[in-house]
């Protein structure tokens, strides 16, 4: 059964830059991981990053790395978070395309600790269009933050014209509308980086 979930979208990011360069991106989200490990060893913070992918994970990832748009790519450029890059390996291996590692396409930034914290800023971050109230008792990234990081990144690959990102769904929302991601969903943008 190969996963053939994908979305066109065509827009730009205006973040004040000029002369950028068009580039088509296909995003990936990375495959279902395993944090039980890791939980009950308690890891938190960039500790629960280390998790790997799932069983159902890796056979995501395998099925993934089959979808026949990827290889339209010149280069993959993956998250540096353990979840992400055991995704990119998979369709690096398949396709053949190189593989880069980027450690500032890591996940969307809650600054406390604790998966109930994660999800009320999650809940504070969606329902405040992105944007990081005063008076939040919760801090985490804006989305304006994590465009701009992730711009700062991709502008080193501007001589590419087509690039698979391997990355999250908070990161990857960013960019397309989709406010459902799945685990390895395949979603096509283009975007002036």
């Known amino acids: 059964m190969q996963m053939e979930m994908r979305l066109m979208v065509y827009g ?27 939980e ?9 990053d280390l998790a790997p992918l799932s069983d159902k994970g890796r ?7 089959t979808n026949l748009l990827l290889p339209s790519a010149e280069i993959i450029i993956s998250s540096a978070v353990t979840r992400a890059l055991e995704t990119a390996s ?18 969307w930034q809650v600054y406390e600790s604790g998966t109930d914290n994660f999800e009320k800023a999650r809940t504070m971050f969606l329902e405040n269009n992105g944007e990081l ?8 990234e804006t989305a304006t933050e994590m465009k701009s990081r ?23 929302r960013q ?3 989709n406010e459902k ?7 096509e943008c283009e975007l002036e980086i």
């Open 90 to 107: 998979y369709v690096a291996c398949v396709t053949g395309l190189p593989l880069r590692v980027e450690p500032l396409l890591h996940e």
């Open 150 to 172: 992730f711009v700062e990144c991709m502008s080193k690959y501007r001589e590419h014209q087509t690039v698979v990102v391997v990355a999250h769904r908070m990161l990857m």
């Open 133 to 140: 109230l005063p008076n939040s008792p919760i801090q985490y």
């Open 12 to 38: 730009q990011v205006d973040l004040d830059r000029q002369g950028g360069t068009r580039m088509k991106i296909i995003f990936v989200r990375h495959g279902e991981p395993d944090y039980c490990e890791l």
């Open 175 to 177: 960019f397309v509308p």
């Open 59 to 65: 056979q995501q990832a395998q099925e993934l790395s």
């Open 181 to 187: 991601i799945d685990f390895c969903q395949v979603i």
């Open 40 to 48: 009950e060893r308690s890891y938190t913070g960039f500790g629960i």
